[in-house]
């Protein structure tokens, strides 16, 4: 079974750094695309980053362009995202998930990413 568990989250003042670590179990991470996710209360879900199967090209909404970094460690089966410079808008809760509906070409935050990790705070003071 398909699972992901993401961990890393946390409280943090305006400027600092976390990193999210999205542990997966069930399957070999590389081989899906893998997208780091956050909804922030009464506003829509918002696609931050993700890295594609195998060669792992990756892709930033602009918002975090520049400030977060989106990795893979084949060995741990595991996909960080190294948050850095965070500001209060970055308050929300941050989700990992996995495309399973292309097993070719690059990632992409609008794919249909089918299996999703429960989620962890990540809240941001000013």
């Known amino acids: 079974q398909l699972q992901l568990v993401e961990s890393g989250g946390g409280l943090v003042q305006s400027g600092g750094s976390l990193r999210l670590s999205c542990a997966a179990s069930g399957f070999i991470l590389d081989s899906y695309h893998i997208g780091w996710f956050r909804q922030a209360p009464g506003k829509a879900r918002e696609g931050v980053s993700c890295?594609?199967?195998?060669?792992?090209?990756?892709t930033y909404a602009d918002s975090v362009k520049g400030r977060f970094t989106i990795s893979r460690d084949n060995a741990k089966n595991t996909v960080y995202l190294q948050m850095n410079s965070l500001k209060p808008e970055d308050t929300a809760i941050y989700y990992c998930?996995?495309?399973?509906?292309?097993?070719?070409?690059?990632?992409?935050?609008?794919?249909?990413?089918?299996?999703w990790g429960q989620g962890t705070q990540v809240t941001v003071s000013s």
């Open positions: 890295i594609s199967l195998s060669v792992g090209m990756t």
């Open positions: 998930a996995a495309d399973i509906s292309r097993l070719s070409g690059l990632c992409m935050l609008r794919a249909p990413y089918s299996y």
